[in-house]
């Protein structure tokens, strides 16, 4: 290890001031491995659903004799919910606070983004307990089309990361 005059050495424990871009980054390895992890479990989804389609054609699901219409009502009622909620929550999750430094920028954005990956996928569970119950495909697409497109919308990127930390 070189010592360089006028650097102070950094000792465990002991934090290092970090180039605000680099702190971002740091958060935003943790997220992106969470966002990731979710599309291959979208992607998990459609392949027991297809796999499911397949192997016991015609699939009327695991409780066909359950009233199917109210269970469907429900489903999409609770997907507009998960929706609502995500409109609601995200700009409060967001917003600036007055004198916040990178690290703690970072940290907040970090966990925002995951809460609102992790809500983005609900209503593709649902769509899949929807399938498993009644056995429509169709709705599962619907549902499994609503959590690619919030996954995407809420997928942490740098660059909407350093805007954000602009102001």
Not at 8 to 17: F, L, T
Not at 22 to 35: D, F, N, S, W
Not at 67 to 84: E, K, M, T
Not at 149 to 157: S, Y
Request: charged share 20%; aromatic share 8%.
């Amino acid at each position: 290890m070189t010592y360089n005059p006028g650097e102070r050495p950094c000792g465990r424990g002991e934090e290092v001031d970090m180039d605000p871009r680099e702190e971002l980054r740091r958060h935003l390895r943790p997220a992106v491995l969470v966002g990731a992890a979710l599309v291959a479990s979208l992607a998990l989804y459609l392949g027991l659903v297809e796999v499911l389609r397949a192997v016991l054609k015609p699939f009327r699901g695991f409780a066909p004799t359950l009233a199917v219409q109210p269970v469907r009502l429900a489903a999409f009622g609770a997907a507009a919910a998960v929706i609502l909620v995500i409109l609601l929550l995200r700009p409060r999750l967001v917003r600036r606070r007055g004198a916040e430094d990178a690290p703690a920028a970072g940290r907040r954005l970090q966990a925002a983004s995951i809460v609102l990956l992790v809500l983005g996928e609900v209503p593709a569970i649902i769509g899949l307990a929807l399938f498993l119950t009644g056995g429509g495909a169709a709705d599962f697409y619907k549902f499994l089309f609503v959590s690619v497109v919030l996954t995407f919308i809420n997928f942490p990127r740098l660059g909407a990361w350093e805007e954000w930390l602009k102001g």
